[in-house]
């Protein structure tokens, strides 16, 4: 019969703790993908699997063997799924082995998956808020300030996100000792293996309030309005998204807060047609206008008009530029042109004196 105690290197009235801290030193020490004795690891997981639970270690001490301990043969359909205290995960837990969770149960065991610190900050970071916003064409000729009311989760202001009544301690968790973490075990016709996983305790704080906030109940946040300021810097065209830090949902027990990302909208505008970084304006110009040349206004997308020569003999649909009068670059400095398209309007009704003066020019060849 082997003597797991003897495997771990530990006394008989070693501590459950004690048990745990032996156990981890010994994995460590010959897993097989750090070159290890692949032979003495399944050793150490057996006497582990038996001495970290209440009753089948009961059972060892009485009679020297376990039922359905160890090495045994596989489990057969279903799996044995317990807390490594020896308490059940819950009923109606799906037991199936998944072949991808291997992988994952010897790196969050072994440590060589991500630090404990950073899973517990993703555990309490508040999640990310989408919204989007709609500007006039106008606004993104310079950088504009909006300010939004935005109703979400936000630090609760009587505990400070802390998640305890004002004046009443905080207490290290009793199930995982403040790590945030426990050990779930797997039982599977390849042996047992046990994992890292969150504590259900505390959510993975590692720590419980002796009293929870009235207002929050221990989350340290709770659902309100906040007013955000906005910048949104000149030339954004639609669909660019516009990140601010820090004003997403609020993290869990003063845990890093999400962000708030923003996506611009830019609304059409009714005489102007946006092109990347240009604009586009369409005008109307009489017959005359366009054989003889002339001057004309164009308005601009600032506000103000600008004169335009038309140069003799036109063509309609030619364009025309005007540089520098477009929407800035939104990553570099200048800004793009404004190209006006002249359209010959044909008049639809006619004067006596107008229908004699084109009869001429008709017979002009005109």
Request: charged share 30%; net charge positive; glycine share 12%.
């Amino acid at each position: 019969m082997k003597d797991y105690y003897q495997i771990l290197g530990i006394s008989r009235e070693a501590s459950q703790d004690e048990v745990k801290r032996a156990f981890h030193k010994l994995a460590h020490k010959y897993h097989p993908d750090k070159g290890g004795d692949e032979k003495k690891f399944k050793e150490i997981n057996e006497a582990y699997q038996i001495l970290s639970n209440k009753e089948k270690r009961e059972q060892y001490d009485k009679f020297g063997s376990v039922f359905e301990g160890g090495q045994g043969p596989g489990p057969g359909p279903g799996f044995d799924f317990t807390w490594a205290w020896g308490q059940p995960h819950g009923e109606g837990v799906n037991t199936d082995f998944d072949f991808g969770d291997l992988g994952e149960m010897f790196e969050d065991f072994f440590g060589f998956g991500r630090d404990k610190t950073r899973r517990r900050q993703e555990i309490k970071r508040g999640k990310d808020i989408k919204i989007d916003i709609e500007i006039p064409l106008e606004a993104t000729l310079k950088e504009i300030k909006k300010k939004i009311t935005l109703y979400k989760i936000i630090t609760c202001s009587r505990c400070q996100g802390k998640g305890a009544e004002p004046g009443t301690p905080i207490n290290e968790c009793f199930s995982c000792r403040g790590t945030g973490e426990v050990q779930q075990v797997k039982r599977t016709f390849l042996g047992s293996f046990t994992r890292w996983t969150i504590c259900p305790e505390c959510g993975g704080e590692g720590q419980r309030p002796e009293k929870v906030c009235n207002v929050c109940r221990g989350q340290g946040r709770v659902k309100g309005e906040e007013d955000i300021e906005i910048f949104i810097p000149a030339g954004v065209d639609t669909n660019q998204l516009i990140k601010v830090t820090g004003k997403g949902e609020a993290g869990k027990k003063g845990g890093k807060p999400g962000d708030l990302y923003v996506r611009v909208l830019v609304k059409k505008h009714p005489l102007f047609q946006r092109q990347g970084d240009d604009l586009l304006i369409l005008r109307e110009i009489s017959f005359s206008q366009a054989a003889l040349g002339d001057e004309i206004e164009v308005p601009t997308l600032e506000g103000s008009k600008l004169l335009l020569k038309i140069p003799v003999g036109t063509e309609s649909g030619r364009v025309l530029r005007v540089s520098g009068k477009g929407i800035p670059h939104f990553t570099s400095y200048g800004q793009g042109n404004l190209y006006v398209e002249l359209i010959i309007k044909t008049p639809k009704k006619l004067t006596r004196k107008q229908k004699e003066l084109l009869e001429q020019l008709k017979e002009e060849g005109i």
